[in-house]
Each structure stands twice: as C-alpha cells, then as structure tokens.
C-alpha cells in the first residue's frame, strides 16, 4: 500500500509548546501534503512540499521532506488550544495520476 | 471563498435503501474524489472522476456507484445501503496535483 503513516497515533502537550508529527510512505512520490480536521468536519489543506524541495514553512508550520528516509514532519511551533486537531499526511504517487494516499492520522490535543 | 459543498452534514437511511450523496464545487475543478474515513483506517478512496462522464474505481468501490454528468457536481451512490456502510463520507475536488478542497462531510448512519 502506498498509505502514509503517522506516528504517533496521539499527542498531547500543553499550549505554547511544539508539536511534532511524522509521516512515513512507502513509493516515490510527486508531492506530500498535511492536512487538519477538526473533530466531525472535512479537512482543511496546510501545506504542500514537493518531492525536490527539503523544507517548508507556513505560519507557526515547518515542514520537512527527507525523500531517502520517505518521511516527512510537520512542526507545529508555540501550540495554541485551537491548534486540537487531527493531522493527516497524504501523498501523490509518481505513477498513480492525481490519487492522493492519506495516513490515519495524529491526534493532537493541546492542554490550555 | 470556493468551496466544496456536500448536500446533507447528517443522514439517517435503512438497510436496504438507495442513498444519494451530493457533492457541488465551485472551482472549476476537474478531479473530484469521493473517500470514506472509519476509526482506525484512516482515509479510503471509494471512487474519482478527472472529468465530466469519466469515473474510476478507487480502493473501495464495491457497493458503491457515481455519477458525474457536470463538471462541478459528483454523486455518490449506495445502491443498496447496508450497515457497514455507515461512515462519514468526504468529498474533495482539486486541480492537478495541488491541495484537495475538502467538503464538510456527511455523516451517513444505515440503520
């Protein structure tokens, strides 16, 4: 399967600290992307790194894209109670057109 | 603001039933994907479409059809709902490979 994975299943930190979240895949890939949701709604795009590039930033967002390891993390810095989501890598095959392969997700839960 | 917009947040069917699900987009997009998200397996990829008539199947097509006879509107279909159907169904549009435009979900239950 060309699914992501993201490790861990769970996080929980108090506000003002960093999250970190890491995503594995499995095949060579175009492009890799985070997404968030909110408990019960549809996910919301964060950030898209390309397959040539190593690092990306976005806000309080830094991720990173090591195609050797095919990992990626995302860096959530100076967390905020809003922040609480779930966070989900999702990867764009070389060879499988537009299909995008998401992970299960990270469950982030920032203590105020 | 564009936008994904998916008919119904939640829905109540019986088994056995035929279960329309409704996705309009307003970006011009031409892929649309419907996915099925569970507790513990994450995003599915039930059916896509890259254009106006086209469909192909995704992970998880069985039991399920689509239509897509306009650009901006991609129907899902439960010919038959049954109870392990019941999920929270996600539609997405997007252009090339760029970010998905997710809509806000259905919660389908078949009882």
């Known amino acids: 399967s060309q699914q992501g994975e993201e490790d861990p299943q769970a996080l929980s930190i108090q506000e003002g600290e960093n999250a970190t979240m890491n995503c594995s895949y499995k095949t060579s890939i175009n492009n890799l992307q985070w997404y968030r949701q909110n408990s019960g709604r549809g996910l919301v795009h964060l950030i898209l790194?390309?397959?040539?590039?190593r690092e990306k930033h976005s806000g309080r967002l830094r991720v990173t894209l090591d195609t050797s390891k095919k990992s990626s993390s995302l860096l959530i810095t100076a967390s905020r109670a809003a922040d609480t989501a779930s966070y989900f890598c999702?990867?764009?095959?070389?060879?499988?057109?537009?299909?995008?392969?998401f992970g299960t997700g990270t469950s982030l839960t920032v203590i105020p | 603001d564009v936008k994904v917009t998916q008919s119904s947040r939640y829905l109540v069917k019986r088994t056995g039933e035929k279960v329309f699900l409704e996705c309009v987009q307003d970006m011009d997009h031409e892929n649309m994907f419907w996915y099925r998200q569970d507790p513990g397996l994450g995003l599915r990829l039930i059916y896509f479409s890259y254009d106006v008539k086209m469909k192909e199947k995704g992970d998880i097509p069985e039991g399920y059809s689509v239509s897509r006879e306009k650009k901006e509107r991609f129907s899902l279909i439960l010919e038959s709902a049954s109870t392990n159907q019941t999920s929270m169904y996600l539609c997405a549009s997007t252009t090339q490979s760029y970010g998905y435009t997710f809509g806000s979900g259905t919660r389908l239950t078949v009882v």
């Open positions: 999702a990867t764009v095959g070389k060879n499988t057109g537009n299909q995008f392969y």
């Open positions: 790194i390309r397959s040539n590039e």
